[in-house]
Structure formats: structure tokens, C-alpha cells
């Protein structure tokens, strides 16, 4: 970790940030650490439902976490190609479907332990998964694209919400530090308000939807304190 880093840094400092992300990121406003910390979701998907294949049902949208046992192109009637998977786990196996995004097959390679998060729906006569986030599992990191309330963030071409995710997870991690918070110790008990840090974390990745609502008040407080 660079300890030499404070708010005012560039993101061009940041790992994986070079030239071309700086200036997508300039398009949202974002040209510092501050700013990153600061660019918050304005929704959720949730895929905290995670489900063992033998028990998901058509319609749910969930997470199944499994082994890619197999992975190829395939093509419709028409000729559209698309990719398909199939997942298991302990309790069985279930189709996985993808339209154009042929690069999957040298990434979702047979063997890798996965997340798929996403809706189950009828693909032929079979239910399968259609069109799934993926996340390749890893036992020194904790999911944040699937198994959770996932954060969507305000994007811009090139800049995603899995991309600004896998960049703002690490800085949460090694430079809450960084976030100072000015807001007295008084007024916070009086009003039941978290603190900056924890309200920053949880605004990004909160455990439920109350956690990001008391998250969304604090950070709502500040604003209001500051125009006053």
C-alpha cells in the first residue's frame, strides 16, 4: 500500500488507472481519490438470494456458486452465437447462456469455481441461467459483484459499474483511513448517525437495504450541515 497517498491524489496513481480511464473518468467527474470515494451508487441489484441449483426455481433472480464443467460457442437457428456453460454443484448442474461475448470462453475455462448472479428463465425446454454476472471465486476476497447488494453507479462509455466496483473495493479496504470526519462528536450521538468511514463503506457495500438506508441518511445530514 502507498502510504504517500491522500485524497487530493490522482486516480492516475491507482492501480490499472492509466491514460485513457483518466479521461473517462474526468467525464464523471472523478480526478481524485475524493472523488472516487464519493461517487455513489444511485441503485442496487440484488443477488443476495444464493441458491443451491437443485432449488432454483424459473423467474428468481439469484446466485449459484459452482464449477464451470463445461463452456463453448454455440449458434441459434439464425446464426446468432452465443456461449454456453454448464454450472455445477453438489446438487446438480444448469445451463448457463451468453449472447456475443465470445472472450468468456477463455476466462470461464472449465475447472474455475464461479459466482453466477443473475435471472433463471426458460432457455428451451430447460431452466437455465441467462445472461449472468460472472465473478471467479477467491479465498483471499470477498464477492462484490455477486452474492450481495451490488452497487450501479453513474457510467460513462468504457467505465462500468464492475469496473468502478474492483476499483473502489481496494480503496475502501486499504485507505478509509484517508476520510476525515469533521462532523462533531455531539451532533452524531444526538441525531444516531454513523461515523464517515463506516457510512462511506456501507454506502458502496451495504449488508442490506437498511444498512445502505442509514448509510444514505448520515451521508444526507452532512450535505445539509454544510449548506447551513
Known amino acids: 500500500m502507498d502510504k504517500k497517498l491522500s485524497l487530493t491524489?490522482?486516480?492516475?496513481?491507482?492501480?490499472?488507472?492509466?491514460p485513457v480511464y483518466v479521461k473517462r473518468l474526468k467525464k464523471l467527474?472523478?480526478?481524485?481519490?475524493?472523488?472516487?470515494?464519493?461517487?455513489?451508487?444511485?441503485?442496487?441489484?440484488?443477488y443476495s438470494l444464493v441458491s443451491k441449483i437443485k432449488q432454483v426455481q424459473p423467474g428468481e433472480t439469484v446466485?449459484?456458486?459452482?464449477?464451470?464443467?463445461t463452456i463453448k460457442n454455440e449458434y441459434t437457428k439464425k446464426a446468432r452465437r452465443f456461449q454456453k456453460a454448464e454450472l455445477e454443484d453438489e446438487t446438480g448442474s444448469i445451463d448457463v447462456i451468453w449472447f456475443n461475448q465470445p472472450f468468456l470462453i477463455r476466462i470461464l475455462k472449465p475447472g474455475t469455481r464461479v459466482n453466477l448472479a443473475g435471472k433463471t428463465d426458460w432457455f428451451g425446454r430447460k431452466i437455465a441461467l441467462v445472461s449472468p454476472e460472472y465473478e471467479i471465486l477467491s479465498s483471499s476476497k470477498q464477492p462484490i459483484h455477486t452474492g450481495r447488494l451490488v452497487p450501479v453507479y453513474p457510467e460513462t462509455y468504457g467505465v462500468s459499474s464492475?469496473?468502478?466496483r474492483s476499483r473502489i473495493a481496494p480503496l475502501l479496504?486499504?485507505?478509509?483511513?484517508?476520510?476525515?470526519?469533521?462532523?462533531?462528536?455531539?451532533?452524531?450521538?444526538?441525531?444516531?448517525?454513523?461515523?464517515?468511514?463506516?457510512?462511506?463503506?456501507?454506502?458502496?457495500?451495504?449488508?442490506?437495504?437498511?444498512?445502505?438506508?442509514?448509510?444514505?441518511?448520515r451521508l444526507a445530514f452532512e450535505e445539509m450541515f454544510l449548506i447551513h
Open 9 to 18: 491524489t490522482p486516480v492516475s496513481r491507482l492501480f490499472m488507472v492509466g
Open 29 to 46: 467527474g472523478i480526478e481524485t481519490i475524493e472523488d472516487l470515494f464519493y461517487h455513489f451508487p444511485h441503485r442496487y441489484k440484488d
Open 63 to 69: 446466485t449459484i456458486q459452482g464449477k464451470i464443467k
Open 162 to 164: 464492475k469496473w468502478l
Open 173 to 217: 479496504k486499504n485507505y478509509n483511513h484517508l476520510l476525515v470526519d469533521w462532523l462533531p462528536e455531539k451532533i452524531k450521538k444526538k441525531e444516531k448517525l454513523q461515523n464517515l468511514r463506516q457510512a462511506v463503506k456501507t454506502i458502496h457495500f451495504p449488508e442490506n437495504k437498511a444498512a445502505s438506508q442509514k448509510a444514505k441518511e
